[in-house]
């Protein structure tokens, strides 16, 4: 689609979502949930934008929460399974974290023990992390199961407790996945099937977690799907859910932004936008993630004008480059960053205060709808 067409009289900066491109995302999903016989879950920490659960709860079982505030949003605007994990749950939250879950995951034999019987007595299904140790994510920042991660029980632990000899574990979740492909899950559910087998014949349900990256180019729906029909043969009592948060939302919007000047340096032009790598889209710096710009050239080679992109915050590694434009950039000139629905508006932050960017929705007439503004009162608010 033309973005830039599309947003023209949105103001800037402000991220996008198109409901078309996500229906047809969900409708990928619901067919790994038909044919598969697994459960799906959108994963508030990837994706949050409430204005379209009713969309996506047309779809999908429900949600996953890690945290309190993603437990109500989840039960109030989808209305669906919740389903809560956290690394620690605070003790003057887990009463009211247990009357809005349907499912909690404790990360630790400890958190097992503190709640797990409580969690059973208010009727919510209790299950537990487990660490298999094995990740293909390469950026340690982002790999669950890093050396010396404290996400998760590794099996030589739960062998040797109580709780993994004796006590009943109603589930247990895995999440060892960022934006991995078919041939991670295989190994993943290979690796769960030879060394959990004991845990899985006693358990009701499997979280596989998130990380499936299944709508991008390179993953293969149809070997996954097998996949998940081979684990649920060798466990058929189990209810097997996947929560991916990333790859609903990979590629169904945009942000919006405004060049505000251009500076020349020693190396290449600096073009000055009205939004911020470090608080709109901080993944660029964090994974470090070059996101894609509608109308740049694909290679210097091609002619055009190069530039290095700059936000608008101080911080001196508020950039990103370097983009190749056919024409020169001018102060006014409207840039459209792709694929910035994940993991961005789930992520901003009002550094140096930095306006938060506007929220619209393409509605799947084909309506434009700014849902969002933010304002002085949103800045201060918050310290």
Not at 169 to 189: I, K, Q, R, Y
Not at 328 to 347: C, N, S, W
Request: hydrophobic fraction near 40%; aromatic fraction near 8%.
């Amino acid at each position: 689609m033309n973005w830039l067409d599309t947003t023209r009289a949105l103001p800037s900066p402000c991220f996008v979502v198109d409901e078309n491109l996500l229906r047809a995302n969900l409708e990928l999903f619901d067919r790994v949930q038909q044919e598969a016989g697994v459960q799906v879950l959108l994963a508030l920490k990837g994706f949050a934008t409430y204005h379209v659960f009713p969309l996506v709860g047309r779809y999908l079982a429900g949600i996953t929460a890690s945290s309190l505030n993603e437990a109500r949003l989840g039960a109030e605007e989808m209305k669906k399974e919740v389903h809560l994990y956290s690394p620690a749950y605070r003790p003057d939250e887990i009463d009211t974290l247990l009357k809005l879950g349907s499912h909690i995951t404790f990360n630790s034999l400890n958190e097992w023990r503190r709640y797990a019987t409580k969690a059973q007595e208010a009727g919510v299904s209790a299950g537990l992390r487990i660490n298999p140790e094995y990740s293909p994510v390469k950026t340690d920042l982002y790999n669950p199961c890093a050396r010396g991660s404290r996400l998760g029980v590794r099996l030589e632990d739960l062998k040797q407790s109580e709780v993994g000899q004796t006590e009943k574990l109603d589930g247990l979740h895995v999440h060892n996945l960022c934006e991995s492909n078919h041939e991670a899950l295989a190994t993943t559910l290979e690796i769960l099937a030879t060394k959990f087998d004991r845990y899985l014949k006693r358990a009701s349900w499997l979280n596989l977690g998130g990380g499936h990256l299944m709508t991008s180019d390179n993953y293969d729906v149809n070997t996954a799907i097998a996949s998940l029909k081979e684990i649920r043969g060798l466990f058929p009592h189990l209810k097997i859910y996947l929560e991916p948060g990333s790859a609903i939302a990979w590629r169904t919007g945009a942000l919006v932004a405004t060049v505000l000047d251009v500076v020349e340096t020693s190396e290449y032009p600096v073009a000055l936008l009205d939004t911020s790598f470090a608080t709109h889209m901080p993944d660029c710096l964090e994974m470090p993630y070059r996101p894609a710009i509608e109308s740049e050239l694909e290679e210097k080679s091609d002619g055009g004008v190069t530039y290095r992109l700059g936000g608008a915050s101080c911080l001196a590694g508020d950039q990103v480059g370097l983009y190749h434009f056919p024409a020169p950039l001018e102060p006014g000139q409207r840039l459209i960053f792709l694929d910035m629905a994940h993991y961005t508006m789930v992520k901003t932050n009002t550094f140096n205060g930095v306006g938060l960017p506007a929220i619209a929705i393409i509605r799947e007439s084909g309506k434009v709808e700014v849902v969002k503004q933010f304002d002085y009162d949103s800045f201060k608010s918050r310290l």
